[in-house]
């Protein structure tokens, strides 16, 4: 290329994963800004670093977009039995074995990373708030894309998270140019500064259903005992 040194020359492949990551990050804003409410089955593993040891858990997460205010959520895990509940302005963490029940207020505890999922809320907005690249080769074994975030702002509850976002999602994206899934993503990992890392796969997902407001309420049971920070 006359004029251009050699280490300038754009690599062949280049272009292709540049058109990957920007239909990739369109799919996931695009559909994400149609989300009403979500309603899908999960399975969590989380890494400990610190003790080498990973736990498991799995249940069912709801969540609703409300126009104006935070969004609410509530994780119904079955493995181990508890409840994370939040309807915009408290959040409830519910242990039925210890009958004891947390209350903090919603946002301290997001921002405190106390809810792994909180990055959840804010996909609409990603390439505002994120250092985004293609992780690894860029495909999972399934042929779904992968990307890595990175927070832009320091002082985050997480280091970086890695999102695998649906293929065909992708496909129809390309097709059209519009984003027709409001929730591509097949799972997530978020991993924190100590490289302590949360895996979350999620299936069976259902979106705008319109989910009453009532479901993000918890009634706290007799005889629990009820701490506040």
Do not use: C
Request: glycine share 10%; no cysteine.
């Amino acid at each position: 290329m006359p004029g251009i040194p050699p280490q300038h020359w754009p690599h062949p492949g280049d272009g292709g994963a540049a058109g990957d990551l920007k239909a990739v990050v369109a799919t996931v804003e695009q559909g994400y800004r149609q989300l009403r409410d979500l309603q899908a089955e999960f399975s969590q593993k989380t890494f400990l670093s610190a003790l080498k040891r990973t736990e498991k858990g799995s249940g069912e997460l709801m969540m609703k977009m409300p126009e104006t205010g935070t969004a609410m959520f509530r994780f119904d895990y079955r493995k181990p039995k508890q409840q994370i509940v939040s309807d915009g302005r408290q959040v409830w963490f519910y242990i039925p074995e210890n009958k004891q029940v947390m209350v903090s207020d919603v946002k301290r505890m997001l921002a405190q990373g106390g809810v792994a999922l909180n990055y959840l809320t804010g996909l609409g907005n990603v390439s505002r708030d994120f250092k985004i690249s293609i992780s690894g080769t860029g495909r999972d074994a399934k042929g779904n894309y992968l990307i890595d975030l990175v927070p832009k702002k320091g002082g985050q509850a997480f280091a970086r998270l890695q999102l695998t976002v649906a293929a065909p999602a992708v496909e129809k994206y390309r097709k059209n140019d519009e984003a027709e899934d409001p929730f591509p993503i097949v799972s997530s990992v978020v991993y924190d500064q100590i490289g302590t890392s949360t895996t979350i796969d999620y299936s069976r997902v259902k979106v705008n259903q319109g989910l009453g407001a009532g479901k993000f309420t918890f009634k706290v049971p007799k005889g629990v005992e009820i701490i506040k920070p």
